[in-house]
């Protein structure tokens, strides 16, 4: 099995611009999460999903932020507008009962 | 709210020397304990799990011990190596039914010096 897949695993772009992290889950997981890891805030969760349903999204910090997931392979984040202060690393995460398995992660700077 | 408290956030063990790293947690319907190791640049990746009815589990030079009654969960690492130095993060589950949710700590910055 190829894990889960992140891309792209780098983005550089400058304030304004929208940006779209795009996640493949573990083929036959049921659940998949997307979290922000910080220096100072660590991983935080944004949103889960669960058969493509998104069950909790009180993590996503703003309107700028949403996600979607259209079927049981893949899922989307974007910004729209991007700010410097939503410089971080974004991973995705899937499971199908209670471990989590995590993506390599996007590591996004907003210039 | 729920949380997983984790200490210490930063270790340095010489080469060769035990490591421990502790956790506490809040929600009582919590059942499903893993812990991840995360190298620089790379996701979070299970290294050992541990459920509520269980105490203690090992494997290889790591183990697990988790106490129900008092919410503290711990990581044992012995004859540490350089590789194992990486950032070593506790979870608990949510309960409730939330599907795998999962509520980590602020991770461990663990150095082993050779």
């Known amino acids: 099995d190829a894990g889960v897949i992140q891309s792209p695993r780098h983005e550089v772009t400058e304030m304004g611009q929208e940006v779209t992290l795009r996640c493949k889950p573990i083929s036959g997981h049921n659940s998949l999460f997307w979290y922000r890891q910080t220096m100072m805030r660590g991983l935080e969760l944004l949103i889960y999903?669960?058969?493509?349903?998104?069950?909790?999204d009180s993590g996503m910090p703003e309107d700028r932020f949403s996600a979607k997931m259209p079927n049981a392979s893949f899922s989307t984040l974007k910004i729209q507008p991007s700010e410097p202060r939503d410089s971080a690393v974004y991973f995705c995460?899937?499971?199908?009962?209670?471990?989590?398995?995590f993506g390599p992660g996007t590591r996004l700077t907003v210039l | 709210g729920e949380n997983v408290e984790q200490h210490p956030s930063t270790l340095s063990v010489q080469e060769g020397d035990s490591a421990v790293i502790k956790c506490t947690y809040s929600d009582s319907a919590s059942n499903y304990f893993p812990w991840y190791k995360q190298e620089l640049g790379k996701g979070p990746q299970l290294i050992i799990d541990?459920?509520?009815?269980?105490g203690e589990k090992k494997d290889q030079r790591i183990a697990v011990t988790l106490n129900k009654t008092a919410k503290h969960f711990s990581l044992h690492i012995t004859e540490t190596q350089p590789e194992d130095s990486a950032v070593y993060f506790c979870a608990a589950s949510r309960g409730g039914g939330s599907q795998g949710n999962l509520i980590f700590g602020k991770g461990t910055k663990l150095s082993v010096k050779p």
């Open positions: 541990i459920r509520s009815n269980v």
């Open positions: 999903f669960n058969n493509n349903v998104p069950i909790d």
């Open positions: 995460a899937s499971n199908t009962q209670d471990t989590q398995y």
